[in-house]
């Protein structure tokens, strides 16, 4: 599926509450559940399904998306997502969210204040896959991240990561919500 085609059918798909499955060419995580939230230049924004429970929002690449469905599978998931309540929570998120490009979005957040998950999920030796805290700086190229590890804490130096290994980038979501408030204070900046 080409970039064009899969940008048509997602963008019929913008509010409606029908369940996609988005498959992605990436390797520990090739498959999505959701539901299309709002669509970018670049990214695209999920409202998240984990199995019964939706999961806060993931935005993704455009360009990973090699395939995604909606057809009977879902609808018959729809049904039992109506019949357990779970139907009637999704909801639009804030219209302001860019995805036009990576840098205004991680922008968006710095403003916001707003702990997020950064992932770089295809391998690379330099970096983590997965980062959780707050966005401290977004540059030309890069963001200066401030993440916090299993235990509450945060990292003493932020980490800076290119916006080309970043593919998904999550919010609002229950880990990041209760994570967030046990923290072991917040982030001591530097600058």
């Not at 995805?99 to 922008?107: G, M």
């Not at 999920?121 to 540059?139: H, K, N, Q, R, W």
Request: with cysteine; proline share 5%.
């Amino acid at each position: 599926m080409d970039e064009y085609d899969a940008r048509q059918q997602l963008q019929n798909l913008i509010g409606a509450p029908k369940l996609v499955a988005v498959t992605r060419d990436i390797p520990d995580e090739p498959r999505l559940n959701g539901f299309v939230a709002a669509l970018g230049r670049e990214w695209v924004l999920l409202q998240q399904l984990y199995e019964f429970y939706l999961d806060g929002y993931a935005a993704v690449r455009l360009a990973d998306i090699t395939d995604f469905c909606s057809g009977d599978e879902e609808r018959i998931w729809e049904r039992m997502l109506d019949g357990e309540g779970v139907l009637s929570q999704v909801t639009d998120p804030d219209k302001t969210i860019p995805l036009d490009n990576i840098s205004q979005l991680l922008q968006a957040f710095r403003w916001a204040g707003e702990n997020i998950i950064v992932e770089c999920e295809i391998a690379d030796d330099d970096l983590d896959s997965f980062y959780i805290g707050e966005v401290l700086s977004v540059d030309e190229n890069s963001v200066s991240f401030a993440n916090f590890d299993t235990v509450g804490k945060w990292d003493e130096e932020p980490h800076i990561i290119p916006f080309s290994k970043i593919t998904k980038v999550q919010f609002q979501t229950p880990y990041v919500r209760i994570f967030s408030k046990y923290l072991d204070g917040p982030y001591r900046r530097t600058d």
